[in-house]
């Protein structure tokens, strides 16, 4: 599975953002997906995700402001981030773990290629 990821770009401190993470040639349901993020001299860490079964977990710097979201259909998930503060800045990476049958049982952990959010004070 390949993952593109896009809407990063500039915001002022207390604006919005929403990233897209296009999966292609599918996103299933029971996949689990999340987004990190990496800053400048940082390790990246987790942002969020969303188990197969809809379980949300949220780095404690962002509850309340992000939300996690999937559209199968679409093969699409999204990261809504609200409020953003100037530490949000960051390349955001999408993250897709899963498993695909074609003949044997294919597990994958996928990474998109990052967006930069920065945001301005």
């Known amino acids: 599975v390949q993952l593109q990821a896009s809407g990063g770009g500039l915001a002022q401190s207390g604006g919005s953002l929403r990233l897209s993470c296009a999966a292609s040639p599918s996103l299933f349901s029971r996949d689990s997906v999340g987004w990190y993020r990496q800053a400048p001299g940082k390790q990246r860490q987790l942002v969020a995700t969303?188990?197969?079964?809809?379980?949300?977990n949220y780095a404690d710097s962002v509850k309340g402001r992000f939300t996690i979201s999937r559209d199968n259909a679409k093969n699409t998930v999204y990261l809504q981030m609200d409020s953003l503060k100037p530490e949000d800045s960051a390349v955001y990476f999408c993250n897709v773990k899963g498993i695909r049958y074609s003949g044997s049982i294919r597990p994958f952990d996928s990474w998109g290629q990052g967006t930069q959010v920065t945001v301005s004070s």
């Open positions: 969303a188990t197969s079964g809809g379980t949300t």
